[in-house]
């Protein structure tokens, strides 16, 4: 399986993205600068954590525009498996691939700790690997991770399952109903604040995260040994 | 040429953390009365005539990336301004 690792000037979680799909993994994974023209060839995409454009305007505003999102949209269309941690959260809410907006934390404090999540939604390709209700611990990194969509399109989240990991026990960015990750409706483009690739190996302080990363090849190889 | 001026600001059902604390430190400094504080973005924009219809693209800017819909308001001024 063929991982593209997106770099946009400001992201600072590529690495350890690359990281986790090359060497936790040991599946093929490659750096794709923002301004690529083509996507073809990979399986998955994977947008990292950061500070895409320095955030300027508003975090993920203006890397939404940039050459390289067409073709993320193209595949998110494609059915391809699109994950968006921290900045690449923000960058699908901006381009319109995930519903819903970005605040600042309500305690305007930037956050870095471990936090606990659970899994609200194991029937998807990203977290298949987790038992329903599992609680996990991820680490959180973010200034402007409070979630916040309309009435209207929670109640669309709520009827379609799309509400995949919540926060357990404390809320640390005042998030709407402890949102800390959803899916699209077509269930492949996951966002979430915390940062699953910062969890791949007890040495980094657990391996919570590695599971979403193993559901994510384990459903790609069993949907293509089905299709051959 | 056209200079724009645009304000961006938190929808008023969207809770503004930065308001909110900016109203309490006014309160610690001994100010009464104040009801509310919002902050937002001001933005400038110098337009040439080559631009048409100024209304019909500072909208599309405002609503393409200098606002984010889902949260925030925006609203404009355009003030004609003779070049130097």
Not at chain 1, 60 to 66: H, L, M, P, T
Not at chain 1, 118 to 129: H, L
Request: hydrophobic fraction near 40%.
């Amino acid at each position: 399986m063929k991982f593209a690792v997106i770099v946009f000037p400001g992201s600072n979680c590529d690495i350890d993205m690359y990281h986790a799909a090359k060497d936790e993994l040991g599946e093929e994974a490659k750096y794709v600068w923002h301004d690529a023209e083509s996507l073809e060839g990979y399986d998955a995409v994977l947008l990292p954590g950061g500070f895409s454009y320095g955030d300027y305007l508003r975090s993920g505003a203006i890397a939404q525009f940039s050459n390289v999102m067409k073709e993320v949209v193209k595949a998110a269309e494609a059915g391809k498996p699109v994950l968006g941690v921290c900045n690449g959260f923000q960058i699908l809410l901006e381009a319109g691939l995930l519903p819903g907006a970005m605040r600042r934390n309500d305690s305007l404090k930037f956050i870095c700790k471990q936090v606990e999540l659970k899994v609200e939604n194991n029937e998807t390709m990203f977290s298949a690997g987790y038992e329903k209700g599992e609680v996990i611990t991820i680490p959180v990194a973010h200034g402007e991770g409070n979630y916040y969509c309309d009435e209207e399109t929670l109640a669309r989240l709520k009827a379609n399952n799309q509400i995949v990991f919540t926060y357990h026990g404390e809320n640390p960015n005042g998030s709407l109903e402890n949102i800390a990750g959803i899916i699209n409706e077509s269930g492949n483009v996951l966002g979430m604040m915390p940062h699953p690739e910062r969890a791949v190996d007890e040495l980094l302080g657990g391996a919570d995260g590695l599971k979403l990363f193993k559901s994510i090849v384990k459903q790609w190889r069993e949907a293509n040994a089905v299709n051959a | 040429m056209y200079k724009v001026k645009v304000f961006v600001t938190l929808r008023e059902s969207v809770l503004d953390p930065q308001g909110t604390a900016v109203k309490n430190a006014l309160a610690t400094h001994g100010y009464e009365g104040i009801q509310d504080v919002r902050i937002g973005k001001y933005m400038e924009l110098t337009l040439d005539e080559s631009v048409k219809d100024i209304d019909a693209a500072v909208k599309e800017m405002c609503e393409r990336l200098l606002a984010n819909t889902v949260i925030e308001d925006y609203r404009y001024e355009v003030e004609e301004v003779v070049a130097q």
